[in-house]
């Protein structure tokens, strides 16, 4: 028989419970994952020694992290960001020791508590028989010859199904509902990773990108671009390069896909023509900057991007409670809280769908489309909004260097139909 026993049951009951949990608690605080990170090993005792009562951030900076007495969290996301690595170093634990652990435990995003779960592993039964005397020696070998016999049957059963397991198919997990939607229609999917604008004067060996112009077109708009024209004339269109961290994002999202049935294709935005998006689904990962055209096929109606450093959109029809203008804002160097924009297109009359996702660091809003948490809260406020078939979205995210800490929908709108030449929306101008 199986016992499990959350956090707070641990210290009730029998001693052994809590001793046996005890000692395996020092085995994940010993392990190798956490000697080599003398603060998340502190962060995980402390949460663990305080895992019966409700402690709050400030608890956490001052007594197990050593900070200050004068910490703010509001104004400090020092917790936040040890909470999320501490998340990371446990998961990995798991996943070297496997699911069989005894002893799970986890810390829930958006809380400070130490979760967990005792399963105690049942002792194996031991049988004792007692030596066979000389009558009963023929039986004995009658009872050893079947026993050979069984373990040769189990090993042929055992070397059988290895075959049968190494030739079968893999069952890849269950697409979420979002993605099944998006995806339904049996289109092959594109995932689209703009490139930015580059300046060329070829003779003069120089390329220049002006981070204020993201269209070709607009270049006499810049003053240092407009000066080098008049040295060496007009410039020369550049477009080979891609942001990494977008680049990263897009694998990050069609590997998830992938793994999950969904074949991918990565397309460079200069590539895409307009059968591309009447034929087939479009998932844009880019940043404002770098995503200006495709910022247009938001027609305006709801949220605007009206600045890019730093980024500002704004909210054209703001709702109760909601601003006129969502703004970056920067707490440190590292620390960063900015706005994105999610929307799903109006289909096109072929049938396939388009996505963007745009914001300064994309991976944080991919992170909110790949996780039950995001998903969860993106399909709440869809269903308050009647279910539309295309909407719009702000999120606001915040970052700690490349650790994504929260993501959360804080604007959303249904998109109005609007269908041009035969479709939702055309990549030319």
């Known amino acids: 028989m199986r016992y499990e026993r959350e956090c707070d049951q641990l210290d009730q009951g029998s001693q052994q419970f809590g001793n046996e949990a005890e000692t395996l608690l020092s085995q994940i605080s010993d392990s190798r994952l956490f000697k080599t990170a003398p ?115 189990c090993l042929s059963l055992f070397i059988e199904n290895r075959k049968l397991k190494a030739t079968a198919s893999i069952v890849p997990p269950t697409l979420p509902v979002f993605w099944q939607s998006f995806l339904g229609g049996g289109k092959p999917t594109n995932v689209v990773v703009p490139t930015p604008v580059y300046f060329d004067w070829m003779e003069q060996n120089l390329s220049v990108r002006d981070l204020r112009v993201s269209e070709f077109e607009d270049w006499s708009r810049s003053p240092y671009l ?84 730093p980024t500002e959109i704004r909210n054209l029809d ?31 009359p072929e049938g396939a769908g388009s996505l963007f996702l745009i914001g300064s660091y994309p991976a944080a809003l991919v992170s909110m489309l790949l996780s039950a948490e995001g998903l969860n809260s993106l399909n709440d406020r869809w269903r308050q909004r009647g279910r539309p078939e295309s909407w719009e979205m702000v999120v606001q995210a915040e970052m700690d260097g490349d650790t994504v800490l ?17 479709s939702s929306f055309s990549p030319t101008r």
């Open 39 to 153: 603060m998340m090993r502190s962060l995980l005792l402390y949460l663990w020694q305080h895992r019966t009562e409700p402690v709050s951030e400030y608890a956490i900076a001052v007594e197990a992290l050593g900070r200050r007495p004068d910490f703010d969290p509001k104004e400090d996301a020092t917790v936040r960001v040890q909470l999320a690595r501490l998340r990371a170093r446990l998961k990995d634990f798991y996943e070297e020791r496997g699911e069989s652990f005894p002893l799970h435990v986890s810390v829930p995003v958006g809380g400070h508590q130490l979760a967990c779960v005792y399963k105690p592993v049942a002792p194996i039964p031991v049988s004792v028989s007692r030596k066979p005397d000389g009558n009963q020696r023929p039986m004995f070998f009658v009872f050893a010859g079947a026993v050979l016999a069984l373990i040769l049957l």
């Open 226 to 309: 407009l000066e080098f024209a008049r040295r060496w004339g007009p410039p020369v269109l550049d477009q080979k390069y891609v942001v990494i961290q977008h680049m990263l994002a897009a694998v990050k999202l069609m590997q998830y896909l992938e793994r999950r049935g969904i074949a991918t294709q990565l397309v460079v935005s200069q590539r895409l023509d307009v059968d591309s998006y009447r034929d087939q689904n479009i998932v844009l990962i880019g940043g404002p900057r770098t995503t200006g055209r495709f910022q247009a096929f938001l027609a305006k109606q709801h949220f605007e991007i009206v600045a890019t450093n």
């Open 406 to 422: 929260s993501v959360r929908p804080v604007a959303f709108r249904a998109r109005i139909q609007v269908v041009s030449d035969g």
């Open 318 to 348: 703001p709702e109760p409670g909601e601003p006129e203008v969502y703004r970056d804002v920067v707490a440190s160097n590292k620390h960063l809280t900015f706005p994105g924009i999610v929307a799903l297109l109006p289909r096109s």
